[in-house]
């Protein structure tokens, strides 16, 4: 099945630019805090829109009625709160942790990673191992990334004026994760020489 | 009306199978149609839900993400699909986020329609939602031209409608096929009626070729064909006993036409001629004699007496003895004269061309000899005798009636004359005969009436000339026509054949007033009373006179009846047992007028007789003819050797009386000694003479 996923990314394999409409914009030009909170609600969105196109294993993560979104030592979506918890995915209502560190005991299905925290992540992950979480790194502070990250699953990034995805499809196979064709249709698949 | 305008059940029975296929192909071709043309176009619209559905699926992460590019390059993924127009994918916010669009000519919606699917204009179009995650994310529209659909409606249509017209045509090849098979046992069952129809063949049967409907309708029609055979073969028979029927009242009526025309001019009792028949004969002899010359005689006969003989013995014997004596005339004629009964005991003869008189005269005789021969009818021996008038035409008439009327004068005549004879007609007897037929309704009506009287003769014991006894004797007086004789009463009463009533008046009458004289007590005198000839015929004279004798309570041994030779003479009934049945009542039989008519000795000795009353006209030879004498005197010794006591009539002279006397006459009786006297003068001679005798 996996081979089948990658054969099926490699011939679709494009960069797919995500025009995040004219809302996505003001996320880097708009300032004050209406303008950060609204960038937040929109990355909100495309976390939760990601992970709507997500599928995790039937024995691990999400067996419970909630979702459990942790920003990795960050809460880089802070003011959207609402935004994540009026929108749950998969029927699941979404509630919010910030961690520090990986532990299972959080109970995280989807970790969001600050750009600034993807190398400490990746240093951690290499200890803990693949997870069945998804893991989100926001490096929309980069123009264009290119690359993956051990551990890090979707790398959102910056796409003119819009944000991209990046896929590391090898990570999401190992953490045990079904990613739609919709949502690799769109997204940059990365990996194989993850660092 | 010719064949092919005929309704044909051939031609029904084809229209119905076309009918009925036609219209079943029809409404399957019509079903399949429309439903093609629903099931085209929800399958069209299925289909477009699919690809609308599809392109959805295929573009809820662009929406999701908001990635027009990718998803103008799924839009642009139908460009394959040749008959969509175009496609419009709009945001959660129903604002078109992405647009394929085909051709420009046709418009597609910039707004999201309310319906699932629909037509906008004349392109159908279907709306699909975007769902991700269970929320609409946005919406497909896809628009699709109906050119392509029309295209294949028309092709359908076509198929069908070739579809249709090949199971037409096969309908029509299959229906003419059934309708062979369907209508060859009808054709067969048909043919097998005409062939009965000309043929009047009843014993035709069709052929049973199926088994079904049909082959039950031949059994029936067989069946039909055997009972219909069965009542012809009945009604041919009926035909023809209703021939022999109709030939045999054909024959009936045939026979009872002639008969009818036989009776008309026929007598129906003998056969013989009737009276228009011989008025017809007589009226075409006079007028060949009228024209050709020459005489006709006309006879008209009477049998005498034959009412008593009808009377007594009954009509059926009466008719017996009329056609015997017909047949026994038919003889006596030639074929060209003509014999009729013109009634009655009354016949007619017609005899043409005679010569003379002389030659009717020969009939006559030839006549009254054939019916003189005594008749064997029912075991009786009618002795019968006849009187016959004979007219001579032109002579005796000038025409038919006269003729035949005078001839019946002349019968008449020759009845008054003492009957059994001819006389031919003269002018006198018209006279004679209006004054017959004048005294006849006058005796009818004296009878009635009771006009008659009796006088009383009295009757002498020859040596002492005393009265031991009288003899009643009618009279009659008629106011117009004064006193009848007797022997002309008594003539006409038996002509009439009213004898026999006034022969019972007198004895009744005699009876009762006999007894009055003597107070009822029986009388010392004997009761002498004539009784007719004519009363021997019938076989209860015994009868009568007992009861005459029971209702007057006068005696029979003091009565006396007086008969006549002719009642026992050669050609009379054999009366012996009807005068032992009137002596038996004690009273005595008498000749009277002895000597006058055929006497047979040997008769006289037979007869229950106890007296003989020699005829007056011996009596009057008395002292003339010596001859006469011995006559009387004979006839005294015989009388007296047959124990009969004998008594001399029509005494009128002395030498009369002597002469009897001396010769042992027993009584006398006539007028030297007394006249017929009244019943009050003869009373008083009777007080007299028994005063006298007391003296």
Redesign the interface.
């Known amino acids: 099945m996996e081979v089948m996923i990658g054969k099926f990314a490699r011939r679709w394999r494009r960069w ?6 004219t809302a ?1 914009l003001p996320v880097f030009s708009a300032t004050g805090d209406n303008d950060a909170q609204r960038v937040s609600q929109i990355k909100a969105a ?1 976390v939760l ?1 990601v992970a ?2 997500v599928t995790w294993p039937s024995d691990q993560g999400l067996g419970r009625d909630q979702m459990r979104l942790c920003f990795y030592r960050v809460n880089i979506l802070s003011g959207a709160e609402h935004t994540i918890t009026q929108n ?4 699941h209502a979404v509630d919010t942790r910030t961690i520090q560190g990986i532990d299972p005991a959080d109970q995280c299905d989807v970790v969001l990673i600050p750009g600034s925290q993807v190398q400490r992540f990746v240093g951690e992950s290499t200890i803990t191992g693949d997870r069945p979480f998804l893991t989100i790194a926001d490096l929309t502070a980069a123009d264009k990334v290119n690359r993956a990250y051990r551990g890090v699953h979707v790398n959102l990034v910056r796409r003119g004026n ?2 991209g ?1 990046e896929i590391n499809l090898d990570d999401v196979d190992r953490a045990g994760l079904r990613m ?1 064709s ?2 690799l ?2 997204a940059r698949i990365v990996g194989g020489d993850a660092e | 009306m010719n064949q092919a305008a005929k309704p044909s059940i051939q031609r029904m029975l084809m229209f119905v199978l076309l009918l009925n296929g036609s219209s079943a192909l029809f409404l399957t071709a019509l079903a399949y149609g429309v439903n093609d043309w629903i099931a085209m176009r929800g399958a069209m619209t299925d289909r477009l839900m699919s690809q609308a559905d599809i392109v959805a699926n295929n573009s809820v992460a662009a929406l999701a993400f908001h990635d027009v590019e990718a998803a103008n390059m799924t839009l642009n993924s139908l460009e394959n699909e040749s008959e969509l127009v175009g496609a419009v994918l709009f945001d959660v916010a129903d604002r078109p986020f992405a647009i394929y669009h085909r051709n420009e000519h046709y418009a597609l919606p910039m707004e999201p329609p309310s319906d699932a699917s629909g037509f906008l204009g004349d392109q159908l179009f279907v709306s699909s939602p975007v769902v991700l995650d269970g929320r609409q994310v946005g919406s497909l529209v896809l628009v699709s031209e109906l050119d392509y659909w029309d295209r294949q409606q028309m092709i359908q249509l076509a198929t069908v409608a070739g579809v249709f017209l090949f199971s037409l045509l096969w309908v029509v090849i299959l229906a003419g096929y059934l309708r062979r098979i369907m209508l060859r046992p009808i054709l067969e069952l048909t043919a097998t009626a005409k062939q009965i129809t000309r043929s009047g063949d009843f014993q035709l049967r069709a052929e049973k070729i199926s088994q079904d409907e049909i082959g039950g309708l031949v059994d029936d029609f067989n069946e039909m064909l055997r009972q219909i055979q069965l009542r012809d073969e009945a009604l041919l028979k009926v035909q023809s006993e209703l021939e022999d029927k109709v030939e045999e009242r054909t024959r009936e009526l045939t026979e009872l036409a002639q008969e009818l025309e036989r009776q008309a001019y026929h007598d129906a009792l003998t056969g013989l001629a009737n009276r228009a028949t011989f008025d017809d004969h007589l009226q075409l002899a006079i007028h060949q004699a009228q024209r050709y010359g020459g005489e006709l005689s006309v006879l008209f006969l009477d049998l005498d007496r034959f009412k008593n003989i009808n009377d007594t013995l009954g009509h059926a014997v009466g008719d017996k003895l009329l056609i015997e004596a017909s047949h026994r005339f038919q003889a006596c004629l030639r074929s060209s004269d003509t014999l009729a009964r013109l009634g009655g005991d009354e016949f007619a003869v017609l005899l043409v061309q005679t010569g003379s008189p002389n030659d009717a005269a020969d009939v006559a005789r030839k006549l009254i000899a054939a019916v003189n021969a005594p008749f064997s009818i029912d075991g009786y021996f009618l002795h019968v005798s006849a009187s016959v008038g004979i007219s001579i035409y032109p002579s005796d008439g000038a025409d038919a009636q006269s003729i035949l009327k005078n001839a019946d004068t002349a019968m008449y005549h020759s009845k008054s004359n003492g009957r059994n004879q001819y006389t031919f007609f003269t002018e006198s007897m018209n006279l004679r005969a209006t004054r017959r037929l004048l005294l006849e309704n006058k005796l009818r009506t004296a009878i009635d009436e009771k006009l008659f009287t009796l006088h009383y003769q009295p009757r002498f014991e020859t040596q002492s000339k005393r009265i031991i006894g009288v003899e009643a004797l009618i009279r009659w007086s008629d106011k117009e026509e004064g006193t009848i004789s007797p022997i002309e009463l008594i003539a006409l009463a038996d002509e009439c054949g009213l004898i026999t009533t006034i022969d019972e008046w007198v004895l009744e009458t005699a009876c009762r007033e006999v007894l009055r004289w003597y107070d009822n007590q029986r009388p010392p005198i004997v009761l002498s009373v004539n009784l007719s000839g004519a009363q021997f015929i019938r076989r209860n004279l015994s009868q009568v006179i007992q009861s005459i004798l029971r209702r007057t309570g006068f005696p029979g041994d003091c009565l006396e009846l007086e008969i006549t030779e002719n009642v026992f003479g050669p050609n009379a009934v054999d009366v012996t047992a009807v005068l032992r049945e009137i002596r038996e009542l004690g009273v005595e039989i008498s000749i009277d007028d002895f000597g006058k008519d055929y006497s047979s000795l040997s008769r006289l000795k037979q007869l229950p007789l106890q007296t003989l009353k020699i005829d007056k006209s011996f009596i009057r030879d008395i002292g003339k003819d010596p001859d006469g004498e011995i006559l009387v005197k004979t006839m005294i010794t015989m009388a007296h050797s047959l124990n009969l006591r004998v008594v001399a009539e029509g005494i009128e002279k002395e030498e009369q009386y002597r002469f009897v006397r001396r010769h042992h006459c027993d009584a006398v009786q006539g007028y030297l000694l007394g006249r017929p006297m009244p019943d009050t003068v003869m009373q008083e001679r009777l007080r007299q003479e028994l005063v006298v005798d007391l003296d």
Not at chain 1, 88 to 91: E, H, I, L, S, Y
């Open positions: 797919l630019t995500i025009v995040l409409t996505v495309i829109n709507r196109f749950p995915v998969a029927g819009g944000v995805l739609s919709k949502l249709k769109l």
